[in-house]
């Protein structure tokens, strides 16, 4: 299972910091990552981490966003930096995948969406 969790209310420029805490099973060996849906649009990739330090990002959160992840408690984190309206969204955290992948089909397991909000 995966729990994500820091979501809220921040206004433009400021800054957040996502967990998505997983229980039950390890995910050390496989793909997580981060979605965002906005209302009324389809759910999209936003970043990616494997077991490596190596990342991806869509190009709309590059340099903005850091995904990281603590291995020893089973955790992932995504810092958002330089928050702007567009970046509202329910963002999911996923996980399961073999490689780095932008695709939702790729991810197994998902987690039940936080709500980050970017309004002055």
């Known amino acids: 299972q995966l729990q994500a969790s820091g979501g809220g209310l921040v206004q433009p420029g400021g800054s957040l910091t996502l967990s998505c805490a997983a229980s039950?099973?390890?995910?050390?060996?496989?793909?997580m990552g981060w979605f965002r849906q906005a209302p009324g649009k389809e759910r999209e990739f936003v970043a990616a981490?494997?077991?490596?330090?190596?990342?991806t990002y869509a190009d709309s959160v590059k340099g903005r966003f850091t995904i990281s992840r603590d291995f020893a408690k089973n955790t992932m984190y995504l810092q958002m930096n330089s928050l702007k309206p567009e970046d509202t969204a329910v963002y999911y955290c996923?996980?399961?995948?073999?490689?780095?992948?932008?695709?939702?089909?790729?991810?197994?397991?998902w987690g039940q969406g936080t709500q980050v909000t970017v309004s002055s």
């Open positions: 996923a996980a399961g995948s073999s490689s780095i992948s932008r695709s939702r089909d790729a991810y197994g397991y």
């Open positions: 981490r494997g077991w490596s330090v190596v990342a």
């Open positions: 039950g099973r390890t995910f050390s060996s496989s793909v």
